[in-house]
C-alpha cells in the first residue's frame, strides 16, 4: 500500500474523480436548465376541471397544469381550510395556468385535489396568445368580420384572420421603425440644428427659415405616412373573435392582439413538435411583452453578442500592444514586475468596482466632457454623457484586460529567442520581426485570452447595471438612421434580463419558466461565441505551424 501511494497513483485516480464530478455536475446542471426552458414552449394538455368551493358552489376551471406538490394536512388546516372527513395526511395541490386576466382575480390558482370533481381534456379547447393580458382559454365559437359572423370552418377561418392581421402589424411596424422613425429623426437633427446655431449666434432670419421650411415639409411627409398608419391599425382592428370561456359566458376578442392559436389537446406529437419549433423560433426572433415575462429576447440577444463584439474589438489591440511592451521592450527591473503584479492583481478585483469606474470615469468624465466640446446643443440631456453600449464595452474591456495580456505574454515566452535573432541576422528591423514573425506565432495564444475575455464578459451583469444595460431598451443600436452605428444608445442583455424576469417581475409564476429558458439561451450564445473563437484559434495555429519548425 505505501509503494502504492509513493507511486502517484493515488493521486491520479483523485484528480480524474474531481475532473469527471465537476462534469458532470456542469452537464447536469445543463440538462436541468436546457429541459425546464425548453418544455415551457411545448404545447402543454388544456384541461377543463369540475370544483365544489366550500360554500358548495360548483364552478369550472379551464388551464393548464404549472406545477403540482404534496402539501400536510396539517399545513392545510393550519392556513384555515376545514378538510371535514379527510383522512390522509398529505393531499396533492395544483398549480393551474387560467390565463384571461381581465375576467378572473387570478392569472395562476391552486386547485386542492378535494375540491377537485373532475378533470376532462376535451377536444375544441383553444390557446390564444395576444399581445397583451397573456394567453385566452376557451372554445372558439365563431369568426367575425366586423359585425358579420363568418360561415365555413371556424380554425380555418381564425387561422387565415390572424395571419393577414400579422402580417398588417408587420407593416404597421416596419412603417413605424422606418419611415417615420426617420422622419422623427430629422426632425430632432433639425431641432438641435436650430439651437447650435443659436448658441453659436449664428442663428439669421434666412438660416430659421430654410430649417423651418424643411421641417414643414418633415411633418406634412409625417401626416401622409400616420394616416397610412391608421388605416392600417383599422384593417387589423375589423375582425374579431367569439370565445366561450370557462365562465361560459361568450366574449369577443379583437384579431388586432392575437398573435397566434392552438388547440393543443387535438394535436398530435408531429405537430405539437412543429408548434414547439415555433414557439423556440418566435422567442429568438421576438421582442419581450408583459413585463418581460411573455414574447421573445431578440433585443437582449443583439445587445449581448453587439456588446461582447465591441468589448473584444477594444480589448484585444489593447491587450497586445502591453502585452508586447512589457515582454519585447520593457527592461527586467522593479517597475516592471511592479507593473505585472498590478495587472495580475486587477483580475481579482470584484466587477461591481468596475462599474463604478465605469460609471464615474468614462460616463460622467470622459461621456460629459464629449457633450460639453461637441454636442452641446443637445444639453442638458446626454448625448454620450449617459449610460450607454460604448461605456458598457469599455468597462468590460478593462475588466477583461488582465486575461489578455497574460495570455499573450505566455505565447510570446513560448516564442524561441533563436526566431528573433535569426530574423534580425536576415537584416529585418525588430518591428518586422514583431509584426510578421512573433505576433503570428503567438496568435493562438493571443485568441485562448479573447475567448477567456468573451467568457467572462458575456455573463457580466453587476458592471452592465450601472453603465448602460435597461430593463427594455426602445430601439437597437444599429438602425437605418446615420451614422447607423448608435453607441451612446442604452441596450439590453440575457444576463440583466435573467435578473429582471426572476427577481424584479411583478408575475413571479409566469416569469420562473423564462428564467431557465433565458439562462440556457445566454449559455448558448456563449458557447456560440466561444467555439467562433477557437475555430479562429484552430485555424491560425494550422496556418502559422510552419514557422515552429
Known amino acids: 500500500m505505501t509503494k502504492w501511494f509513493k507511486s502517484g497513483a493515488p493521486w491520479i485516480w483523485l484528480t480524474g474523480g474531481a475532473v469527471s464530478l465537476s462534469l458532470v455536475a456542469v452537464l447536469g ?30 364552478y369550472t376551471v379551464i388551464g393548464e397544469i404549472h406545477d403540482r406538490e404534496a402539501v400536510t394536512v396539517a399545513q392545510l388546516r393550519g392556513s384555515g381550510l376545514t378538510l371535514e372527513g379527510v383522512t390522509e395526511d398529505t393531499l396533492t395541490r395544483y398549480l393551474v395556468k387560467t390565463g384571461n386576466r381581465e375576467f378572473v382575480p387570478l392569472d395562476f390558482r391552486w386547485l386542492l385535489e378535494t375540491n377537485i370533481v373532475s378533470r376532462d381534456t376535451p377536444a375544441g379547447l383553444a390557446v390564444l396568445e395576444r399581445s397583451n393580458h397573456g394567453n385566452f382559454y376557451g372554445y372558439v365559437e365563431r369568426v367575425l368580420e366586423g359585425d358579420r359572423a ?40 433639425l431641432r438641435l440644428q436650430q439651437r447650435k446655431l443659436e448658441l453659436a449666434g449664428n442663428a439669421t432670419d434666412e438660416a430659421i427659415a430654410a430649417i423651418q421650411a424643411q421641417e414643414q415639409q418633415l411633418r406634412a411627409d409625417y401626416q401622409i405616412l400616420e394616416r397610412e398608419l391608421f388605416e392600417l391599425r383599422d384593417q387589423a382592428r375589423r375582425d374579431n373573435v367569439v370565445i366561450k ?5 361568450e366574449v369577443v376578442l379583437s384579431l388586432g392582439e392575437l398573435l397566434d392559436v392552438a388547440w393543443p389537446n387535438d394535436m398530435g406529437t408531429l405537430a405539437k413538435t412543429a408548434h414547439w419549433f415555433k414557439q423556440i423560433g418566435k422567442f429568438i426572433t421576438g421582442e419581450p411583452r408583459e413585463a418581460n415575462t411573455e414574447g421573445g429576447v431578440f433585443p437582449a ?18 491587450g497586445v500592444v502591453a502585452a508586447i511592451y512589457l515582454h519585447e521592450y520593457a527592461g527586467k527591473n522593479s517597475l516592471t514586475k511592479i507593473i505585472r503584479i498590478a495587472v495580475i492583481n486587477l483580475a481579482g478585483v470584484p466587477s461591481i468596482v468596475y462599474g463604478v469606474f465605469g460609471l464615474g470615469f468614462f460616463v460622467y468624465m470622459l461621456g460629459g466632457s464629449l ?16 449610460p450607454g453600449v460604448l461605456w458598457s464595452a469599455l468597462t468590460l474591456a478593462i475588466l477583461t484586460l ?62 452592465l447595471m450601472l453603465v448602460g444595460v435597461v430593463k427594455l431598451a426602445p430601439n437597437l443600436p444599429v ?18 434580463h435573467i435578473y429582471d424576469v426572476g427577481f424584479q417581475s ?27 473563437a477557437i475555430g479562429i484559434r484552430n485555424h491560425l495555429r494550422e496556418k502559422f505551424r510552419s514557422l515552429d519548425q
Open 245 to 249: 370561456d370557462m365562465r361560459g359566458q
Open 150 to 189: 363568418l360561415g365555413g370552418d371556424v380554425r380555418e377561418q381564425l387561422q387565415s384572420r390572424i395571419e393577414r392581421v400579422l402580417e398588417l402589424n408587420k407593416r404597421m411596424k416596419k412603417l413605424q421603425r422606418g419611415e417615420i422613425g426617420k422622419i422623427n429623426f430629422q426632425l430632432e437633427k
Open 29 to 58: 446542471l445543463l440538462l436541468l436548465i436546457g429541459w425546464r426552458g425548453l418544455t415551457y414552449f411545448w404545447p402543454h394538455t388544456i384541461y377543463e376541471w369540475q370544483l365544489t368551493s366550500p360554500e358548495g358552489e360548483r
Open 506 to 532: 411583478p408575475n413571479v409564476e409566469a416569469a420562473r419558466p423564462l428564467v431557465y429558458a433565458t439562462s440556457f439561451l445566454l449559455v448558448t450564445v456563449i458557447v456560440g461565441l466561444n467555439l467562433t
Open 301 to 318: 440577444i443583439f445587445g449581448t453578442v453587439f456588446m461582447v463584439i465591441l468589448m473584444a474589438i477594444i480589448v484585444t489591440p489593447l
Open 371 to 386: 457633450d460639453r466640446l461637441f454636442y452641446p446643443e443637445a444639453l442638458p440631456t446626454p448625448t454620450f454623457g449617459s
Open 479 to 496: 438602425d437605418g438612421n446615420f451614422p447607423y452605428l448608435h453607441v451612446e444608445r442604452k441596450f439590453m442583455h440575457l444576463g440583466f
Open 402 to 463: 488582465p486575461v489578455v495580456i497574460v495570455s499573450t505574454e505566455e505565447g510570446l515566452s513560448r516564442i524561441p529567442s533563436a526566431v528573433r535573432q535569426g530574423s534580425l541576422a536576415l537584416g529585418a528591423t525588430k518591428a518586422e520581426t514583431l509584426w510578421r514573425i512573433v505576433i503570428p506565432m503567438a496568435s493562438p495564444a493571443i485568441m485562448t485570452g479573447l475567448i477567456l475575455a468573451i467568457a467572462r464578459a458575456a455573463g457580466e451583469v453587476a458592471p
